[in-house]
């Protein structure tokens, strides 16, 4: 019956255009985190919502909500504002998306250790804690060929970002300039270079940033280093970090092993900050 209400919705809002299609995708985690202090056991589960259409001249459009919820030892939470909403509209290789968007500049950095992420890539990419790459809620991309233009902005605010990307054979690489409104006299200012290079079952990766605060003069010289192996269906990953503004780095080991039918286990121990954390946990995607 559910499926029988879903087609019979779908075909209701798509009259009209020459395709359409609604889906419902999914991914959960449970296992146990240590900060340093305490083990805490938590799950988090997160159901996706996405639909696009395409007109008879080409033209694609869609939106997507997600729905998120999650339980820490004896206490739920189910965050009204993770709602996330997006809608898009794309033609010839242009791309408008309005809403709950991730800055042009999000992309660049290095993936994090363990199943939930133990911090590592916080230190180097949110430079003392301060979330450096801004607020968005109006993105613009580009994509010709190999490479991708970005441009985003924050209509409520002063934060806006331009990005450029693109892959030259194994290599993919990326360059980006943001300003974020820290609620400080004036927005700090940064600019980004990332590259990752994949050789067989090797991937290494790394990105600098540059930021100047304008409302003091100082500058803080971030970067990160990352690399991977996978052997069958095993991946082990190293990551690094650093942060000149606090003048502390991060690195750890994590290792990821996929069971089958979107089932795996994933689990790291690192460094950050001068604090010994971990996690172990079960991955699952639907």
């Not at 999000?106 to 992420?117: A, E, K, R, T, V």
């Amino acid at each position: 019956m559910k499926t029988l209400l879903l087609a019979s919705s779908a075909l209701v809002m798509t009259a009209g255009v020459a395709a359409a299609d609604i889906s419902l995708s999914g991914s959960a985690n449970m296992g146990l985190s240590y900060d340093g202090t305490e083990t805490t056991v938590s799950n988090e589960i997160d159901f996706g919502i996405n639909a696009s259409g395409t007109t008879d001249s080409g033209i694609e459009f869609g939106a997507s909500i997600d729905l998120d919820a999650g339980h820490v030892d004896s206490a739920s939470t189910q965050d009204p504002g993770s709602f996330d909403p997006e809608v898009y509209i794309s033609a010839g290789g242009l791309t408008l998306t309005v809403g709950a968007v991730d800055p042009a500049t999000d992309p660049f950095g290095i993936g994090d250790i363990g199943f939930l992420g133990l911090g590592v890539d916080d230190i180097g990419e949110k430079m003392a804690g301060f979330g450096v790459k801004g607020d968005a809620d109006v993105l613009v991309e580009y994509t010709m060929g190999d490479y991708s233009f970005a441009a985003s902005t924050d209509t409520s605010g002063t934060d806006f970002a331009l990005a450029v990307s693109g892959t030259v054979g194994d290599l993919s690489f990326g360059i980006g300039y943001n300003e974020a409104d820290l609620g400080m006299p004036a927005s700090l200012e940064l600019t980004w270079v990332d590259l990752s290079y994949t050789s067989g079952a090797y991937t290494v990766g790394a990105f600098y940033a540059h930021g100047l605060a304008p409302w003091s003069g100082a500058t803080t010289d971030d970067y990160g280093l990352e690399g991977s192996y996978a052997a069958g269906d095993l991946t082990i990953s190293v990551a690094y970090a650093y942060d000149d503004l606090s003048g502390t780095d991060a690195y750890g080991i994590g290792a990821a092993y996929d069971l089958g039918s979107g089932l795996g286990v994933a689990g790291g121990v690192a460094d950050v900050a001068g604090t010994t954390v971990a996690d172990f946990g079960v991955t699952m995607s639907f």
